[in-house]
């Protein structure tokens, strides 16, 4: 049997010790200003993006990683001996997925699985976590594949979003429900949810209200909670992050993450975002 390599994209949210730890690939995504493109995570970081989007009054464009990217990678990977796993971003957020399995059929091979996250930022990175844990056990390709896949279900993604502002220019909601979001102070938990984005409970007045939502929704599932991996995801929110810390140091999960959100996930949801992501049992 062949080694495994684990792939996923920037849109991952995985640190850089976690990737180092695990020994996983990333392909980055492009974030693009105008005619300046950049790629997320390597030639654009994300104090960097959030200065450009204040210095040009413009917020970035995101592009999916090409068919020729993942050739490119794929190639290589399999050239170095090793079968292939790749997760990125979910099918729905992204034409990333459709792109690498353009590139798979391209090299009609079956040393590469490909498996939808239906997910993003560290939903997925949750998903690329435990592969690789089924991996450093001993699992072939397809094994590891079809472990993943029944827990893409069980993951739950909610983010708390600090200003509507991005959603809003990104076109991911009227102006009425930003103008009325900003009125009121509105702190929305943004949810993945059968692979898309949904709104769900509205905080009102500070971001501390909105955090407190998401600890408390997973405080109360503590006892089903899957006990390898848990993250704590931001954009520039670092005392947010403490603040999640410190009220969920006790949950019965073996590794809890704090982990930076990228450019991709930041340039969709701006400064101060953070959520909670877990598998559930």
Same mark, same amino acid.
Request: proline share 3%; hydrophobic share 40%.
């Given at each position: 049997?062949?080694?495994?390599?684990?792939?996923?994209?920037?849109?991952?949210?995985?640190?850089?010790?976690?990737?180092?730890?695990?020994?996983?690939?990333?392909?980055?995504?492009?974030?693009? !200003?105008?005619?300046?493109? #950049?790629?997320?995570?390597?030639?654009?970081?994300?104090?960097?993006?959030?200065?450009?989007?204040?210095?040009?009054?413009?917020?970035?464009?995101?592009?999916?990683?090409?068919?020729?990217?993942?050739?490119?990678? !794929?190639?290589?990977?399999?050239?170095?001996?090793?079968?292939?796993?790749?997760?990125?971003?979910?099918?729905?957020?992204?034409?990333? !997925?459709?792109?690498?399995?353009?590139?798979?059929?391209?090299?009609?091979?079956?040393?590469?699985?490909?498996?939808?996250?239906?997910?993003?930022?560290?939903?997925?990175?949750?998903?690329?976590?435990?592969? $690789?844990?089924?991996?450093?056990?001993?699992?072939?390709?397809?094994?590891?594949?079809?472990?993943?896949?029944?827990?893409?279900?069980?993951?739950?993604?909610? !983010?708390?979003?600090?200003?509507?502002?991005?959603?809003? /220019?990104?076109?991911?909601?009227?102006?009425?429900?930003?103008?009325?979001?900003?009125?009121?102070?509105? /702190?929305?938990?943004?949810?993945?949810?059968?692979?898309?984005?949904?709104?769900?409970?509205?905080?009102?007045?500070?971001?501390?209200?909105?955090?407190?939502?998401?600890?408390?929704?997973?405080?109360?599932?503590?006892?089903?909670?899957?006990?390898?991996?848990?993250?704590?995801?931001?954009?520039?929110?670092?005392?947010?992050?403490? #603040?999640?810390?410190?009220?969920?140091?006790?949950?019965?999960?073996?590794?809890?993450?704090?982990?930076?959100?990228? $450019?991709?996930?930041?340039?969709?949801?701006?400064?101060?975002?953070?959520?909670?992501?877990?598998?559930?049992?």
């Amino acid at each position: 049997m062949n080694p495994i390599k684990i792939l996923s994209d920037s849109t991952s949210d995985l640190s850089r010790e976690l990737l180092d730890q695990h020994q996983i690939g990333i392909i980055p995504l492009y974030v693009n !200003f105008g005619e300046e493109s #950049y790629l997320d995570g390597v030639t654009l970081h994300v104090a960097e993006m959030y200065d450009k989007v204040k210095e040009k009054g413009i917020l970035p464009k995101t592009a999916a990683v090409s068919p020729a990217d993942f050739e490119a990678v !794929f190639s290589r990977t399999l050239a170095e001996g090793y079968d292939i796993l790749f997760m990125g971003i979910g099918s729905k957020f992204s034409a990333t !997925f459709q792109n690498a399995n353009l590139a798979k059929n391209t090299l009609a091979t079956n040393r590469i699985r490909l498996v939808d996250s239906q997910n993003l930022s560290s939903g997925t990175g949750l998903l690329v976590l435990k592969a $690789c844990k089924f991996r450093d056990a001993g699992d072939d390709l397809e094994t590891i594949a079809t472990k993943i896949e029944a827990l893409v279900p069980k993951v739950r993604t909610q !983010f708390v979003i600090n200003t509507m502002e991005y959603l809003y /220019k990104g076109g991911r909601c009227s102006s009425i429900v930003a103008l009325v979001g900003t009125l009121l102070k509105i /702190k929305p938990i943004i949810k993945v949810v059968d692979g898309a984005m949904t709104v769900g409970k509205k905080a009102h007045g500070k971001i501390q209200a909105g955090l407190d939502l998401l600890i408390d929704e997973v405080k109360s599932l503590a006892s089903r909670l899957d006990g390898d991996f848990l993250m704590v995801t931001h954009s520039l929110a670092e005392d947010s992050a403490q #603040y999640i810390l410190e009220r969920i140091k006790d949950l019965p999960v073996a590794e809890i993450h704090k982990t930076p959100a990228g $450019c991709v996930i930041s340039g969709h949801c701006g400064e101060g975002c953070i959520g909670i992501l877990y598998i559930l049992k």
